[in-house]
Structure formats: C-alpha cells, structure tokens
C-alpha cells in the first residue's frame, strides 16, 4: 500500500465530510427520480473539485491523481450516480483536453469544466462498436474550415446535461483506426442533436442518452491534438478512467461491507445476533480480505500514473478485481442482511445495482482480461 501525504489524508477527510453531508441525504430520491443532482455539482464546483486535478491557471486545484482517486473511492460510498458523473467529467471530458489540447481549447474549454461553469461529456460507444471501439462508424469530413460529423453515439454519460463533449470519428476510412480524430463538439452546433435517455437499472441519477450528428459541423480549430490519433488518445484516456472507475467500485464495495457488519451486529435470529454465526463470520471476512486486496491495486496503479509510470496492465487489473469484487460484495451484503437487503430502504440493493455496470463501461470485464494478457505477452522477457 502507498503512504498518504498529509494532503492526501485532508483530501480524504474533506470530501468524506461532504460526501456524507451533501451528498448521501440525497442518494435515495436522485436515484427514484433519476434526476442529475445540480445542485450537488455546483457544490461541487465551490470546493474545486470538479477541477481537482488540472492547472490552476486553468481554473483547477493543481492537485496529483491520487487525491482525485480518492475523491472518486469517497464519493462513490454516498452516491455511486455522482461519482459517475463526476469520473466523466473529469476523465473522459476534461482530461483530454487539459492532455492533447491547444492553448485556445483550453482557455476556452477547460477553465469552464473545471470551474464547473459547464459540464462535460465523452462520446466513444456506438450501437455498433462497444468493446470494438476501433470501428467506430460516425465520420468527419473535412470541408472548408470545418468538420461535417454525421453518424450515432449512445451510453453516453452525462448526455442529457452536458455542454461540451469530447467526440471520436473517422476521418480516414482507409487507415482503420490509424484514421480515427476526436473533436470538441458544443451543445447547439448545427446537426447535433440529443436523443433519447435511457432508462437503467443502476446509476439512474447520471444521465445516459443516444447522441445524433446530421451534418454537424464542427470548426476545424475544435480538431483535439494530431489528426487521425483519436484512437490513441482516447485509449490513453481509458487507462486512466480505468483506474477512476475501480475507485468508485471500491467505494460501493466498503459502503455494502460497513453496512453488513453493522447489521450483522444488530439482526438477531434464533436467540443470536447473526454476526455471532460461523457463515455471516466468514461472508464478512471474504469481502473485507477482497476489499484489501482492491485497495492496494487501485493506489497502485494511481501512483504508477501519477509519476508517469507504465500503467495499462496495472489499470486493467485493478479495474476488472475491483469492479467484479464490488459487485459480490454488495450482494454478500444483500444477502446478510437477508429480504431486508431487498428493500430500497436499507440501500444495499442501490449499492448492488450501480456496481454491476462498473464491470461493464470503460471496458467490460472480458475486456479487461484481454488488456492483461496482452500486457503479458509484450513483457514476456519480464516474467
């Protein structure tokens, strides 16, 4: 495990406060309702957070990655739907262009994302490219001194109340995906259009919506780094998401176990309290060994990126452990807590539902298993 700074402990202990404050009071109805908490975000906003990681002369708190890993594990705990928005958009939205961006799109995009003025969005997926991102079907065509997107994005995060989004197209069809390019695309560009939300089984306080571009045209200055390099840059970006999203598993997971213990020390059957049982024992036991285990590789692997460090293999593994590990562990947690754990009330079943499709975005658990054995193989000479 890696030692915490101070700053990384007044990080914790901050966002900790809040988190239980600002943002666990509001769990259970963001999530009946399915309504983005706005008012949370500008919160948010007001603690820097939603520029946490990025420069402060472009409006961010200048802070390293393992605090905003931290951010992401805390906020997770009180309502895995905000962490989620909140992953997309600093990861997948914001990073990009803090990463590969000009000094104009930062001046103009980036200060508002991390200053909370705007919100952010990433637009990979489509109905035909999921896990394959490399075939991707929406296209840019270079026209004058802009860019016509046609094409369909859908799962995309943060749709619904996004203003900037990241989007990746082909701009070179005969180049596979040496011939992808990413663009900054604002809400309101001629052609672009949101379509419709769509309605999930966990998560349901971040907004997830199909995306539409009829002949969207896009300025030529809003291209995002090299043309025909989108593929490596979003899978940069990716790796880093990965270790955001194990974060936020692990956050659901050490919520699910805290609340199974307590319980476990307060249900009583057949004349004992159900912790003094050998089986809830060992349950308890297995989800706080997997929890561990978790903890180490997502710091890990936070640290190998903060100081610039190979990562891929690293963010691989402690996405797949960990997104996997949430999941069991909140049914565990289900379980214990017996047709209690089934009711919305007691929340495990919530921590359960938003868990399951941290295994899923980002890169699905087969994925992941891919990424490794590949990393693997580059290495063999390191085995």
Not at 57 to 77: H, P
Not at 259 to 285: N, P, S, T, V
Not at 315 to 328: C, D
Request: with cysteine; aromatic share 10%.
């Amino acid at each position: 495990m890696i030692e915490f700074t101070e700053e990384h402990k007044m990080v914790r202990r901050m966002v900790r406060e809040f988190a239980r404050n600002e943002v666990a009071p509001k769990a259970i109805e963001v999530d009946e309702k399915e309504i983005f908490p706005h008012e949370t975000f500008k919160k948010m906003a007001e603690l820097n957070l939603l520029g946490l990681p990025f420069e402060e002369k472009y409006g961010g708190a200048g802070m390293d990655y393992i605090s905003y890993t931290i951010t992401l594990e805390e906020l997770a705990r009180a309502c895995a739907s905000t962490a989620l928005s909140y992953s997309a958009h600093v990861s997948l939205a914001a990073n990009p262009i803090a990463q590969y961006g000009s000094e104009e799109q930062k001046e103009k995009y980036l200060k508002p994302l991390a200053t909370g003025e705007k919100i952010g969005s990433f637009c990979l997926t489509e109905p035909d490219a999921g896990s394959d991102a490399a075939h991707i079907q929406t296209t840019a065509v270079k026209k004058g001194n802009e860019f016509i997107l046609n094409g369909s994005k859908m799962f995309i995060t943060n749709a619904e109340v996004a203003d900037i989004f990241v989007v990746a197209a082909v701009t070179d069809k005969e180049k596979g995906h040496r011939g992808i390019s990413n663009f900054i695309v604002e809400r309101g560009m001629p052609g672009f259009e949101i379509g419709k939300k769509e309605r999930k089984c966990g998560m349901r306080a971040s907004p997830t919506c199909v995306l539409h571009f009829n002949d969207c045209r896009v300025p030529q200055e809003n291209l995002l780094g090299e043309y025909n390099n989108g593929y490596a840059q979003f899978l940069e970006t990716l790796d880093g998401g990965r270790v955001g999203i194990a974060a936020q598993a692990l956050g659901i997971a050490k919520e699910a176990f805290k609340r199974a213990m307590l319980y476990a020390q307060e249900r009583k059957q057949f004349g004992r309290l159900i912790g003094d049982f050998q089986a809830i024992q060992f349950k308890l036991a297995d989800m706080a060994t997997k929890i561990y285990a978790g903890e180490n590789m997502i710091y890990h692997a936070a640290w190998l990126k903060q100081n610039g460090k190979p990562y891929k293999k690293e963010a691989g593994m402690a996405k797949l452990f960990a997104t996997e590990a949430a999941t069991e562990i909140a049914n565990q947690a289900i379980q214990i807590h017996g047709g209690n754990g089934y009711i919305r009330e007691y929340e495990v079943e919530r921590l359960w539902r938003d868990a399951k499709l941290l295994e899923i975005g980002e890169g699905t658990s087969e994925v992941q298993r891919l990424v490794i054995y590949r990393q693997i193989k580059e290495n063999l000479d390191r085995l």
